[in-house]
């Protein structure tokens, strides 16, 4: 089995590594354990000194600024509950039906988006 990777550059943990891609592509054969080709160019490419972040405790080297502190306070209330339910990582809202994740390539992620009516309508076309 044949694996081809895409590097990046973290200068830190929180680091938005999609800012410093690197001009290389390994190609790993997890059967042998081992990498057997490396796509690259001859010069590579010069990465971009300066920091895109979007973490809080990284604005200030992204913009110039501190993190934003005169925003006021936002309060939601649902005197009634909630319209959503939350089972796992299942979100069932009105007539969706909408699996979520969370990964640090993606960020949020959606699996099986499903709404009903378009359920039961290509149900009943399939017969």
Request: charged content about 20%; overall charge negative; glycine content about 6%.
């Amino acid at each position: 089995m044949l694996l081809q990777g895409f590097l990046y550059v973290r200068t830190c943990k929180s680091d938005n590594e999609y800012a410093h891609p690197l001009d290389m592509c390994p190609l790993v054969d997890l059967n042998l354990g081992k990498v057997i080709h490396v796509d690259m160019y001859d010069e590579p490419a010069r990465m971009p000194p300066m920091m895109v972040n979007y973490h809080r405790d990284l604005a200030k080297a992204t913009t110039g600024n501190e993190w934003r502190t005169d925003a006021k306070p936002i309060n939601i209330t649902q005197p009634e509950g909630p319209s959503f339910t939350v089972e796992g990582n299942l979100v069932t809202w009105q007539k969706w039906h909408i699996r979520i994740g969370f990964n640090a390539r993606e960020g949020l992620v959606l699996h099986q988006v499903q709404h009903l009516t378009l359920l039961q309508c290509s149900s009943q076309l399939q017969l």
